[in-house]
């Protein structure tokens, strides 16, 4: 009878679990996004032209998934659970570490030394940025670029046992930094700056350093630069347990707890030009008469914790996050004399794969030491980005490009003359020995393009056949 009894009470128990969030939904339900979630709306059974949605029973699913009552209790009941008796994570994104540290799954790869950027993915990202300083220094405008170093980079210690072989002791940041040796790029190398201290300069729960990390960050970054500023060495700080770390917040949406972060007694003397609502605004200007230079700055999350010193240090100041960067544009407009890329060391391969938007530099075009008949992959579109340009762009037979080729792009203009720019070494998902520059419209004919390219390796320059290429419109 007992047994029967209990049999029942389980049964009730277990249905009542899996029915209250659904039934929830009519009083209680969750409207709370967690993580980098979209907030989603209920769906309708019809479409705009009145007809049956096909999708809808899909976009109903997708709506209970994210709203059903008591949903941040029972992902933090889980996440408790599995972090805390198993020691792992019940989202893929984030990985349960010792100590209650976690990390950003993303990293993971990097910190294993396994599935790292090629040599040539290193070589094209370098090159490319060698590139934009080259460009921006023609100008008159001060060049610097800046990786902020993954969480596990500067502290592996926390990082959960079972991770302890690693299939190398590559990492991409290590391979980029040795790339270096004979470049001019003006680098910030802020994994060594940031090994130097004793202290632990990153959050627990979060992806990202505290702001004493990000205060040593800015006071590096502005000495490489010879910039003239407050270093707020005698500035108070006060330690205050009152941070949410964004890990934090997506394993543990309703039971996570603060942890301490610095706050710094600092007088913020500048003020937003743009309507901005937090640190996180994609686009954010600032304006400090009461300093000096005028800073284009792209930047990711790491810079959040940044902007405030930086909108201290400048008279006018330009944050920037959308990607590919429109920098020629965009630097002209604010009228900038100091550029400073800043990107966090899991997406270092980015500025591969999508090079910063400037005219490519007009070039003599070289006489070939051979052709070769393997047609080159080419498309060429009007910029979406700025449409002063087009941008032309393929790929090349992997065995005719070496781990250092650069690339010319030949074309005809629209007097049928001859002209050759350099363009950027890229990288996709199919290949790293890609190509892309950014040519101005009005040296073209509206429709088509002959193109050519000419692979540059060490003396020796292969000329590919010519073709016509399409010049796409972009979509509105």
Known sequence: MKKKIFSIVFTVTCLLCCVLPFMGMAVIPSNETIGNEQQTTIPSLKNEDGNFSEKYLQQLGDYFSTHYAFRPQIISADAEIQSKIFDTSNLNSVVVGKN?????????????????????????????????????????????????PNKNTLYPENMPYYYGKKESTDSNINNFTLSLKDSKLNYCDLVATLKDFDEVLYLQQDSHW?????????????????????????ATAKRTKNFYGDLGKMLYPSTQKPEYNYEYDIDESYSYVTPTKSVEDPIIATQNNGASGRLYMYRDSFGNALLPYFANAYNS??????????????????????????????????FAQSPPVIPARELSVPKATKCFDKIVGSKAEIS??????????????????????????????????????????TSNESSDCCYQAYIPTEYLKPDSVDVSVIIKSGDEYLLSKSQKVDIHQPEI
Request: aromatic share 12%; net charge negative.
């Open 100 to 148: 209650n540290w976690l990390y950003y799954s993303s990293t993971l790869d990097n910190y294993l030394g396994r599935n790292l950027m090629s040599s040539r993915d290193i070589f094209n990202t370098r090159h490319n940025l060698e590139i934009t300083q080259e460009y921006l220094n023609g100008n008159n405008i001060d060049f610097l670029f800046t990786v902020a």
């Open 210 to 234: 505290n702001n004493k990390g990000a205060l040593i960050a800015y006071n590096k970054i502005l000495d490489s630069l010879d910039k003239v500023h407050n270093n707020y060495e005698n």
């Open 317 to 350: 100041a330009y944050f920037t996050k959308t990607f590919p960067v429109n920098l020629a544009l965009e630097v002209g407009v604010q009228q900038s004399d100091t550029v400073i890329f800043e990107i966090a060391e899991r997406n270092l391969i980015w």
């Open 384 to 425: 979406q980005v700025n449409m002063q340009y087009v941008s032309i762009g393929g790929s090349v037979d992997k065995e005719l490009c070496k781990d250092d080729s650069e690339f010319i792009i030949v074309v005809k203009d629209k007097d049928g003359k001859s002209r050759g720019f350099e363009s950027f070494t």
